[in-house]
């Protein structure tokens, strides 16, 4: 692994269903977040993390989980699938979120559509 | 209410010079990043300014003005590779990343 992972690439999924979009780094960041792209609207950050162990609400959590376990891992889990959640999500890491270390590093994303 | 903005869409000519603008309005501010989006691709990082001027980084350069709460990203000697959406986004009291929606970057022969 160089950087940070995101599986899978692309998934279609029936309104209803759970899922959970991993997220992966090999950099020993401390903070990690998840975000939605949609057309026309700039990045919005779903749910972050500054260090393990601890999780936080962004600007549009609803209808996503999150958990930090140890310092790689951050999964996304959408409990009930809904076709609003259809979108590119992406998954970046920092060093720490302050200032210039706040400067993240993007996973591929992962280009899910919920019909 | 947090915002950035920033022109939806810029064309310019290889080889030419480009000006891309950002304004922002957040609570507090922790420094205001440029990141470089290709189409289908993920974000890179570009630039952070905390200070105000110019900070400049080969053909890319990005200004800052606090008081203005206004940021640029310049880019010189224009070539087709950088036909790609510019992110301005700017750091909150609370170290939150508040982000434009993106100027695309049309660059023509």
């Known amino acids: 692994i160089a950087g940070i992972t995101q599986a899978p690439t692309s998934q279609i999924l029936a309104a209803g269903r759970r899922m959970t979009l991993r997220c992966t780094q090999d950099?020993?960041?401390?903070?990690m977040y998840w975000y939605r792209q949609d057309l026309g609207l700039g990045l919005r950050l779903i749910h972050y993390s500054n260090t393990a162990g601890t999780t936080g609400k962004g600007e549009v959590p609803d209808g996503y989980s999150v958990s930090r376990a140890n310092t790689d891992d951050f999964p996304l889990t959408l409990a009930s699938a809904v076709p609003s959640q259809t979108s590119v999500y992406f998954c970046a890491s920092s060093e720490s979120s302050g200032g210039e270390f706040n400067e993240q590093f993007f996973g591929p994303g992962t280009r899910l559509t919920v019909l | 209410g947090q915002n950035i903005d920033q022109p939806t869409e810029m064309t310019a000519t290889e080889g030419a010079i480009v000006q891309i603008n950002c304004t922002y309005q957040t609570s507090g501010f922790n420094g205001l990043f440029w990141y470089q989006q290709h189409a289908g691709e993920a974000p890179t990082f570009l630039s952070y300014?905390?200070l105000d001027g110019l900070e400049e980084k080969g053909r890319f350069s990005s200004f800052l003005s606090r008081s203005k709460g206004y940021s640029y990203l310049l880019l010189k000697e224009l070539q087709m590779k950088d036909s790609a959406s510019y992110l301005c986004a700017a750091l909150d009291s609370n170290y939150q990343l508040i982000w434009g929606a993106g100027t695309k970057l049309i660059i023509k022969p």
């Open positions: 300014n905390v």
């Open positions: 950099m020993r960041h401390n903070a």
